[in-house]
């Protein structure tokens, strides 16, 4: 008898969890409790972190689960490594549903950076208007860098305003919409966009709007993932569910 835990906070991830509920499999999708108001599931949701990777083996052996599925962000990583050794700790099978990094068209303009420290030095510019489409957690970073117009986008509205002496917000939340994305480019006049190589469907308009109105873009790489079983594709995955048979195998 499968029993999936499936770590969610993507596109994809929401993906699975309606194959899994519209095939009868028992589910449960997970989210950090980031947002205010996430996205309705299919299949039952708990919401909060797990307590480390100790916390969520515990709740793997409680929960009687199978089947791990990580279908975190790409940039999620601390929740990515903890799946892996949780996983293994309580002899549960893991998967990961992650999605292939985008790669630049030669009529994009793109420079690339290791990570958010690597965007905030090469900031070291006279002043652009920058869309910052990080999301919340990680504005502080580019108070290293006030001389900006930034055009924040956030899930939901911030308790304290952020602490940039020059910023516009756009509270939104994806998947986000090509047309709508050049608007939002073209209406604030961007000259640089600063994004995650998150990859997937659901944040990559606004590249596709910065290819059309020739708008550079600082691309900040995935951090390193341990090696591990992964697939991009939610129906894949649940055919790997429905045919794998370590929880019978009792391995
Ligand atoms: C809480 C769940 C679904 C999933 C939708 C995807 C697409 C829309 C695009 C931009 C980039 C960003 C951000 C983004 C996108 C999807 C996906 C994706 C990027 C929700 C969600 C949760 C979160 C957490 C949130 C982070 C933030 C990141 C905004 C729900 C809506 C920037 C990542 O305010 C905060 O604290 C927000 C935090 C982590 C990154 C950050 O550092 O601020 N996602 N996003 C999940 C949880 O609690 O476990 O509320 O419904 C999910 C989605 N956000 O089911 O439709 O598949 O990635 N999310 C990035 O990619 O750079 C926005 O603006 O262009
Ligand atoms: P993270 O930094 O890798 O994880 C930090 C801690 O948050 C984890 O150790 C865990 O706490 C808790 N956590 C993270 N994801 C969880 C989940 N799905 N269910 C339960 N607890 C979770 O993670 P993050 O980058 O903050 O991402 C948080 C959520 O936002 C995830 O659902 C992710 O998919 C989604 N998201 C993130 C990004 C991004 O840019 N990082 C983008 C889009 C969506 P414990 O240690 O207590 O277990």
Known sequence: MRNVLLLGGTTEAS???????????????????????????????????FGGIGGLA?????????????????FAATMSTNAIAAARLAGVA????????WVPTEEDRWSRVADIAG???????????????????????FVAQPQHRYLLRFVDVPDQPPPLPHYSLIVDRGPFTVDGDVAVLRD???????????????????LIAARRLGVP???????????????????????????????????
């Open 15 to 49: 993906a699975l969890a309606a194959l899994l509920a519209a095939g009868g499999v028992a589910a449960t999708l997970s989210y950090a409790g980031r947002t205010q108001s996430p996205r309705p599931q299919p299949v039952p949701v708990r919401i909060g972190g």
């Open 188 to 206: 604030h006049a961007i000259d640089l966009v600063v994004c995650k190589n998150a990859g997937g469907s659901g944040a990559e308009a606004k």
């Open 58 to 74: 515990g709740y793997l052996r409680e929960h009687r689960i199978t089947h791990l599925v990580d279908g975190t962000h790409p």
């Open 119 to 141: 965007a905030v030095a090469a900031l070291t510019v006279p002043p652009r208007r920058i869309l910052l489409a990080l999301g919340r957690m990680h504005v502080d970073a």
């Open 94 to 101: 893991h998967i990961a549903l992650t999605r292939p990094a």
């Open 217 to 251: 873009v600082l691309m900040i790489d995935r951090p390193a993932m341990p090696e591990r079983h992964q697939m991009c594709d939610p129906a894949a995955v649940l055919d790997w569910l429905l045919h794998d048979t370590s929880a019978e195998r009792g391995v």
